[in-house]
Structures are given as C-alpha cells and as structure tokens.
C-alpha cells in the first residue's frame, strides 16, 4: 500500500513539475519523548540537511532534557524515507494533542537514488 503511494506521489511530483516534497514523520511519546529525543541525536549525525534548508520547531520537544542516548532503531516509515534520500530539516516539534514527536523531513527527486526512481518514476 505505502509503495502504491509513493509511486502516486512521484507521479503527481513529476508531472506538476515538483522537485522537492516536505512533510514530517511522527514518533509516539508513551516513553515521554526519549526515543524521539534519541533518534533525532542519532539521525542529525548522518542526515541533517544543509543549514540553508533547516527549520526550527515552534513548539520543540525539549530534547537537552531527555535522555538521547538510548539505541533505537527508526520507525519503518522513517527507515524508507532515510533510503530514499530524505534529509532531516530540523529538531522534533512536540504535537501535544496527538502526544508525537514530529520530524521535518525533506525529499527532492533529484536526490532519490537510482534504484527507486526506476522503482517509483518508472524513469
């Protein structure tokens, strides 16, 4: 289902023209934000995007108050996005009505690596 989506998605990407699609991926807060603060430390080593492209959260989790030393492994959603070449915009908001940590990430098709935009561009 989400491969059918994607590939939906780089359609409609490519015949409007788009080369860039920003969205965010949530991580649940049950631990009260530990993981989430974890992930964001582990995956700003590898896939931060470039200064001029990062966003600060209005409502930020507060990570320098969380542990971020735990091993965790991302979300399956998350995972996919990395693969794809997603980049990461920034620091996890805090959405406290669905009680998530939200990551910024960005994807241009520029950057999506040969494999998948064979896969979903049918390029």
Not at 19 to 46: F, K, N, P, Y
Not at 71 to 78: C, D, G, K, R, S
């Amino acid at each position: 289902m989400i491969l059918a989506l994607w590939g939906a998605l780089g359609e409609f990407m490519q015949r409007n023209g788009l080369e860039t699609m920003i969205g965010c991926a949530s991580v649940g807060m049950r631990d009260g934000g530990h993981v989430a603060a974890s992930l964001w430390q582990q995956l700003r080593q590898t896939h931060l995007a470039p200064i001029e492209w990062q966003v600060r959260p209005r409502l930020a989790l507060p990570v320098d108050e969380l542990r971020s030393d735990l091993p965790v492994e991302p979300p399956a959603l998350i995972k996919g996005y990395l693969r794809c070449g997603a980049q990461l915009l920034g620091p996890p908001a805090w959405d406290p009505d669905f009680n998530t940590a939200d990551l910024p990430l960005m994807m241009r098709l520029a950057e999506l690596p040969a494999r998948y935009r064979r896969h979903f561009l049918a390029a």
